[in-house]
């Protein structure tokens, strides 16, 4: 069992930076892979990227790569999304997510955090 708690979220406008953290705790987390998704409102929920669970793999989905940064911290349980130049189209939830299995882009993810809210003026 995994719980994961998001934290980060906020206002900001076009062109500034976020970094949205996820918190893991109640397993070994080295042995999980994780990702973010994102859900906008009456939206499918998207995948935006992932790490291996030894942070050497990552994958972003196209409309984020050179803006977005995915890294962990596997001495402190955590992941983090490093969201630059953000855009009002990256308004949406953002969740993260484990599994023992890493799984590109699919949302087939064992374990979920309650979500953090990014909303991007413009």
């Known amino acids: 069992q995994v719980q994961l708690v998001e934290s980060g979220g906020g206002l900001v406008q076009a062109g500034d930076s976020l970094r949205l953290s996820c918190a893991a705790s109640?397993?070994?987390?080295?042995?999980?892979?994780m990702a973010w998704f994102r859900q906008a409102p009456g939206k499918e929920r998207e995948f935006v990227a992932a790490?291996?669970?030894?942070?050497?793999?990552?994958f972003y989905r196209e409309s984020v790569k050179g803006r977005f940064t995915i890294s962990r911290d596997n001495a402190k349980n955590t992941v983090y999304l490093q969201m630059n130049s953000l855009k009002p189209e990256d308004t949406a939830v953002y969740y993260c997510a484990a599994d023992q299995r890493l799984r590109v882009p699919t949302d087939d993810y064992a374990y979920w955090g309650q979500g953090t809210q990014v909303t991007v003026s413009s």
């Open positions: 109640g397993s070994t987390f080295s042995s999980y892979n």
């Open positions: 790490i291996n669970w030894g942070g050497y793999r990552t």
